[in-house]
């Protein structure tokens, strides 16, 4: 592997190359150590625990359907954001990138007086349809999105940019309406950006604790339930569930990206 | 109504500082049409008009006698041909050629297969069918895009500069492969470029844009031969462009006083009302002789001295000082025989009718 260009200093190389490492080392050392602190006996007991268990798959489950949810809504607007241009513009792009800057304990609490049992969403909807946002899978689905939304319009519209604005004029001289152009060329096109967008999503979701215990407290989460552990039982069980959960998140994330990257690229390759 | 592919009638657009300018022409069936204009002239924003990416704010525009003005583009049948072709990158070239086809609803779909295999076939592209974009030649790209668009059948072709970003080795070979290809499918097309060459190589009828104004409009000849103003005359190679006054005319041979000592004849066309003209001479019209002239009793006779020389392809631009300056294109054999290195003399000719002239108000 080539690890140097023309014109760059070996120096300058090194150096930045030791403090890239430092970084990565910041990131993988607390995660390695805590899996190295696991005993097997103790990983098999708190696996046995119903709770545990449910929590994990719940967590997993409600980020999957937060990233559909963050397609659904978030793709028509990263498609506006890229192609047109509106009076404010700037207010919709700042107003996208808010929930990054709120924290998500605030993001909880605004949450409850829409989605709450007195909400103005909240309250109407459960008058009407009986279903609840707080204590089910719903408030959970919420708290997720809020906070984690904007990756995926953020990079879908990234990947709407990078399409060709020129191949949409083509295909509408080649006699397809405005939606055909979208389905058959736009969004093929877009997809690595989009995909990228809702991996963002998941995993945002996946993580997320301070908005979702407000809103929802139970049914548990996983960053919930192991709270709840580091609270009731200590580190040791606490920690043995954070590695049964982030082991299963990350194995469903590394099948999700292969899923979805294994399309066929743009240049006709297969990845 | 007419029996032209497409008219383009009085046709006025703003888009924000930019405008077309009552821009009229017509394209007949079987014909190449040349734009022709510098960048910013308004070359694109009028193929996009023509394909329907704008609405003109006045004026119409006729396709097959039918009006599109407010029509949309996927419903005009305009094969629009970008620069670098704009193939599909995440389509193979046999999906590409389909792609038209599946939008045509009068057509059942059992026949899609064959048809996009005769298209393949007409066009040599059977062997790279299942290819995608990114693994082919120029060539064979211009190719495809013609193939998808011909899947349509479209009324017409609408070419931007398909060729501008190509090297010219590449460039002059895919040229002479559409002219052949376009004159082959005998479907009529609009051809954008700012290239000359290009221009005269390809159409059989030009115009000449600037600022979104229609300037002149003829076959290449008429454009080339007897540009309307100076920007044309530049424009389509032009190199000698000197103002002088009319003395007289005899026998419709005008005498055009250019300097105190040099007069130059002209074969007018009675286009000219005014004294005051501008003398257009083409570079290839200008035959240079050692001196002394060989009938220095003939006309536009100069003798001269070369003030400078460049290397020009395969041509010499030479420069001379007969008097006015002079600029002539000679052959490398022409050049090292009558030994044309600055300082040299020699006796420049050019043909009455190689003259033209451009009225000044």
């Given at each position: 592997m080539r690890t140097q260009t023309l014109g760059q200093s070996r120096g300058l190389v090194f150096v930045f190359s030791v403090v890239g490492g430092l970084l990565l080392a910041f990131i993988l050392v607390p995660l390695l150590r805590m899996y190295a602190t696991q005993t097997p006996a103790t990983l098999m007991q708190i696996a046995a625990i119903e709770d545990v268990q449910s929590a994990i798959w719940l967590s997993l489950e409600a980020a999957f359907l937060t990233a559909l949810l963050a397609g659904a809504l978030g793709v028509p607007l990263a498609y506006l954001l890229a192609r047109t241009t509106f009076p404010g513009k700037g207010v919709v792009e700042a107003v996208v990138d808010l929930p990054l800057a709120i924290p998500h304990t605030v993001v909880g609490i605004a949450l409850l007086f829409v989605?709450?049992?007195?909400?103005?969403?909240g309250g109407p909807v459960n008058a009407v349809t009986g279903f609840q946002f707080w204590g089910t899978w719903g408030g959970i689905v919420i708290a997720m999105l809020f906070v984690s939304v904007t990756y995926t319009v953020n990079a879908a519209r990234v990947g709407f940019e990078s399409v060709d604005a020129r191949l949409e004029r083509v295909a509408r001289t080649l006699g397809a309406g405005p939606w055909s152009v979208f389905g058959r060329v736009t969004l093929p096109l877009a997809w690595r950006g989009i995909v990228t967008g809702l991996m963002l999503t998941y995993a945002r979701s996946i993580s997320e604790f301070g908005a979702v215990i407000i809103l929802t407290?139970?049914?548990?989460t996983a960053p919930v339930k192991i709270y709840d552990l580091f609270l009731q039982s200590g580190l040791d069980e606490s920690s043995a569930m954070a590695v049964l959960f982030l082991t299963a998140s990350l194995a469903v994330f590394i099948i999700l990206r292969h899923l979805s990257y294994g399309r066929v690229t743009p240049g006709g390759r297969r990845m | 109504m007419s029996d032209s592919t497409l008219t383009v009638e009085r046709v006025s657009l703003r888009i924000g500082t930019f405008a077309l300018q009552d821009i009229s022409f017509s394209l007949a069936p079987g014909q190449v049409y040349g734009i022709l204009g510098p960048s910013g002239a308004g070359k694109s924003v009028l193929l996009e008009t023509i394909a329907g990416f704008y609405w003109p704010d006045h004026g119409r525009i006729l396709i097959e006698g039918r009006d599109v003005t407010r029509a949309a583009p996927e419903a005009r049948r305009v094969g629009f041909m970008f620069q670098d072709y704009a193939l599909f990158p995440h389509l193979t070239v046999a999906q590409n050629v389909k792609f038209g086809l599946q939008f045509r609803r009068s057509r059942p779909r059992p026949t899609e297969h064959s048809q996009v295999q005769d298209l393949l076939a007409r066009l040599g592209l059977e062997q790279i069918a299942e290819r995608h974009p990114s693994n082919l030649s120029g060539g064979e790209k211009q190719r495809v895009a013609l193939a998808r668009a011909l899947a349509m059948e479209p009324a017409f072709f609408l070419f931007d500069e398909p060729l501008s970003a190509l090297d010219a080795r590449t460039r002059d070979s895919l040229r002479e492969e559409l002219r052949t290809l376009l004159r082959e499918l005998g479907v009529p097309a609009i051809y954008v470029t700012h290239d000359q060459t290009e221009a005269l190589v390809l159409a059989d009828r030009l115009a000449v844009i600037r600022d979104g104004v229609l300037l002149q409009e003829g076959t290449p000849s008429e454009v080339f031969g007897a540009p309307v103003d100076e920007f044309v005359a530049r424009f389509v190679g032009v190199e000698t462009i000197i103002a002088g006054r009319v003395l007289c005319t005899h026998d419709g041979v005008a005498t055009v006083q250019v300097t105190p000592e040099r007069r130059i004849e002209a074969v007018d066309h009675g286009a000219v009302r005014s004294p005051s003209v501008l003398v257009c001479i083409r570079p290839e019209d200008v035959a240079l002789n050692r001196p002394?002239?060989?009938?220095?009793?003939?006309?536009?006779q100069f003798p001269g001295r070369v003030v400078g020389g460049e290397p020009l392809g395969p041509m010499l631009k030479v420069k001379l000082d007969c008097g006015f300056p002079l600029t002539a294109f000679v052959t490398k054999r022409t050049y090292l025989d009558l030994k044309l290195a600055p300082g040299a003399e020699v006796v420049a000719h050019i043909e009455a009718a190689a003259v033209h002239l451009i009225g000044q108000p």
């Open positions: 989605f709450g049992r007195t909400g103005i969403i407290y139970y049914p548990m | 002394p002239a060989k009938d220095s009793a003939g006309a536009n």
